[in-house]
């Protein structure tokens, strides 16, 4: 995937949305997650990855406990610029509805014994359908899985927690607010409606 997909999606003459461009961090990889009340309420789910921010959509959010297998559908590549995009975007767009930083902080592979990640190693366990994660978010922490099922639908996937020191059975969707404004998806849909 590239970002073309991406960009034929939007009319950036009527979204905030960044346009596409590939670009990425310096130092550590980052993660996001993107609360999205869409036509379905929904979490967007994003690793950053060869300058692109490889996207799932998750319909019942992230968990911390590992009893929770939550579907993660693949969608196309997000641009670096879209981990701190939050707020509507029109109707009569691609994705319409609000939108806030759920979460977001740096990754590395659970098996790297070492802080600097090797990108082929990321883009190798990708196309092998079988991604292990340490994610330092401020409410994801710990390590995660991502797992290709083996259906007729090629994109559909399973995000999975470890069982490690971080896993619980609390509901982590409880924290609600956005990490970067503090605002609820529901405080936005107030202003703008």
């Known amino acids: 995937m590239s970002l073309s997909e991406y960009n034929q999606k939007r009319n950036f003459n009527s979204t905030l949305e960044p346009e596409g461009k590939i670009r990425q961090s310096s130092t550590e990889l980052i993660f996001v997650v993107q609360k999205h009340a869409a036509s ?3 979490y967007d789910f ?3 990855m060869d300058g692109v921010l490889k996207s799932w959509t998750i319909p019942k959010g992230p968990s911390m406990n590992p009893a ?10 997000h641009p670096y610029s879209y981990r701190d995009f939050e707020g509507t975007i029109p109707e009569g767009n691609y994705g319409a509805g609000n939108v806030i930083v759920w979460d977001n902080g740096t990754y590395i592979l ?8 090797d990108e082929h190693k990321l883009q190798s366990d990708l196309q092998k359908g079988h991604l292990s994660f340490i994610l330092n978010g401020k409410k994801l ?3 995660f899985a991502l797992v290709k099922l083996k259906t007729k639908q090629e994109n559909t996937w399973l995000l999975i927690k470890s069982k ?3 896993a619980n059975d609390e509901d982590v969707l409880q924290q609600d607010k956005s990490v970067l404004s503090n605002k609820t998806l529901e405080s936005m849909e107030k202003k703008s409606g």
Request: charged share 50%; proline share 0%; aromatic share 4%.
């Open 141 to 143: 922490k710990g390590e």
């Open 110 to 117: 659970a098996d790297e014994d070492r802080l600097d990640i």
């Open 46 to 48: 994003r690793l950053e």
């Open 164 to 166: 490690d020191q971080y």
């Open 68 to 77: 929770d297998k939550r579907l993660a559908i693949m969608v196309e590549d």
């Open 40 to 42: 379905h309420l929904h």
